[in-house]
């Protein structure tokens, strides 16, 4: 994702950028409840804004602004 970031933002000259990812769901989100036997994702998909000071743009402070 800070790849992606850095050249959206080499190529466009924007400071943010929004995309949505996805998740497949098989987590287990509620303790207990069996997932097992069911067929199929329970995709979710939710969005993201990658951002990042533009006074300081070395690589290690965009990786770990866009893990955080």
């Keep these: 994702l800070a790849g992606l970031f850095l050249s959206f ?7 943010s950028l929004r995309i949505d990812m996805e998740g497949h769901g098989r987590e287990e989100v509620i303790a207990g409840v ?25 690589l290690s402070v965009v990786i770990k602004s866009v893990k955080e």
Aim: charged share 30%; hydrophobic share 30%; proline share 3%.
């Design 9 to 15: 933002r080499d190529h466009y000259g924007e400071g």
């Design 34 to 58: 069996d997932i097992s036997r069911t067929v199929g994702w329970f995709t979710s998909i939710y969005p993201i804004l990658l951002s990042v000071d533009e006074d300081n743009m070395d």
